[in-house]
């Protein structure tokens, strides 16, 4: 019965989206979450088999969303690609209300698992609705792999019956490699990135209504992602810690996405002092997203914590010098040489944030470092360009399609 109600509501996704208001659309999601998790407590798919099935490897994950996400999906999708392994790709989508438009894979994709290896790119708490939907069949006997990234140092335990899927867990860095192996005796193996940033001349600084002629820093986050982790509040207070009155040659570009009106007002009156602040909350391509980041002369994140930092990665690859917090999984590709990387005090949570628990352990970024930073390459461009070069040659030999490809053949051979 789960099932069908699941399958009905995916069908009518479209209607409902337009009908409910975004809270009621989340309880309704918790309902089934809750109760669909129970399923994944009593799940016992059959012992891997490794002749039960060919050798190759169906990759499960959202390869059609904008989401962050779905851009993982497909960053993984290209490496398993020049891998030469068999592989088929099966796009998920969850009950969200996330858009699901890419089309990068859109002539590759298959409903038809047809090999041994299940690589699974949905996050545990979406886990539930990917086990009704695929159904157990699609587990049983096949050696399952979940690729998942997480922002914190402990592992929650609501997600715990996830991993009575996995006989290994995969992830893009250390940081939250650490966190799953306490939790799992299963192994635990970091697969890096490979960076790529594809970006259109015609996607210019005219094109977003932004100031050609002054240094723009920019900041970005997604709702989905959290507002509170991603913090732009500490990105705007470090911008105006570092201009307490605004300067005409100087501009700072917010991108938000996905985020409540409300929420962008707070944001617009916290900087309403400021005449060169720009705003940008339309939906972006992925190569428009690109492109706005290569327009800026500097990024900035102060988050709290990153699971692995993409965004920071590819300013970094475009040669754009990136201050950043110094915590969590961006520290395993950011320097102090190659990133203006900001000291931090670790803090519990006081409250709870879903997913993240009261006391979990956050980063509290000094925001008068950062403004620092902001002053620096406003005043030394040609320091700015030093740590951007710097920048790019570090992830250009770091995080590659050669080395990716190279450790998931690897670990796949040992898998076989």
């Known amino acids: 019965m789960l099932k069908l109600l699941l399958a009905a509501a995916l069908k009518i996704k479209p209607l409902l ?5 975004r809270g009621v659309l989340r309880r309704v999601k918790l309902l ?3 109760k669909a998790s129970m399923e994944l407590v009593h799940a016992n798919p059959k012992p891997f088999c490794g002749v039960a099935y060919n050798d190759g490897v169906n990759l499960i994950g959202p390869l059609t969303s904008i989401m962050g996400l779905g851009q993982s999906s497909r960053i993984l999708a290209k490496a398993l690609e020049q891998t030469g392994v068999p592989l088929a790709l099966i796009n998920h989508q969850p009950l969200s209300v996330q858009k699901f438009t890419d089309a990068t894979f859109a002539d ?3 409903d038809r698992p047809g090999y041994n290896i299940n690589i699974i790119h949905i996050n545990p708490h979406e886990l539930p609705f990917a086990y009704l939907q695929l159904g157990k069949e699609v587990f049983d006997s096949r050696y399952n792999i979940m690729f998942w990234l997480w922002e914190s140092e402990e592992f929650p335990v609501e997600w715990m019956p996830a991993l009575n899927l996995a006989n290994e867990v995969w992830t893009p860095a250390e940081f939250s490699a650490r966190a799953l192996r306490k939790v799992t005796d299963n192994p635990v193996t970091v697969i890096p990135y490979h960076i790529e940033v594809p970006i259109e001349d015609k996607f210019n600084r005219a094109h977003f209504k932004l100031p050609k002629d002054k240094f723009l820093l920019l900041c970005s986050y997604d709702s989905s992602s959290l507002k509170y982790r991603k913090n732009p ?3 705007i207070n470090a911008y105006k810690k570092a201009f307490p009155l605004e300067r005409s040659d100087c501009a700072l570009a917010v991108k938000i996405g996905g985020a409540p009106k409300e929420e962008i007002a707070d944001l617009r009156k ?3 002092a400021y005449a060169n602040v720009y705003f940008i909350t339309d939906y972006l391509s992925k190569i428009e997203m690109n492109s706005l ?12 914590a990153e699971g692995f930092g993409l965004v920071l990665a590819e300013a970094m690859y475009l040669g754009k010098p990136v ?4 915590w ?3 520290t395993e590709f950011m320097n102090n040489e190659n990133s203006c990387l900001v000291n931090y005090e670790l803090k519990p949570l006081a409250r709870a944030i879903k997913p993240f628990k009261a006391g979990a352990m956050w980063a509290e970024a000094d925001v008068n470092q950062a403004a620092g930073y902001i002053r620096l390459l406003y005043e030394n461009s040609e320091r700015g360009a030093e740590i951007g070069r710097k920048a790019a040659e570090s992830i250009r030999q770091e995080l590659n399609l050669e080395n990716s490809t190279m450790v998931i053949k690897e670990r796949l051979g040992e898998i076989w």
């Open 293 to 304: 980041v290569n327009c800026c002369d500097a990024y900035i994140s102060l988050h709290r």
């Open 108 to 110: 590759k994709l298959t």
């Open 328 to 330: 969590s999984a961006n």
């Open 17 to 21: 989206v337009k009908l409910l208001p």
């Open 323 to 326: 201050i950043a917090t110094n």
């Open 32 to 34: 089934f979450v809750n």
């Open 270 to 272: 916290s900087l309403s």
């Open 233 to 235: 509040d500490g990105a």
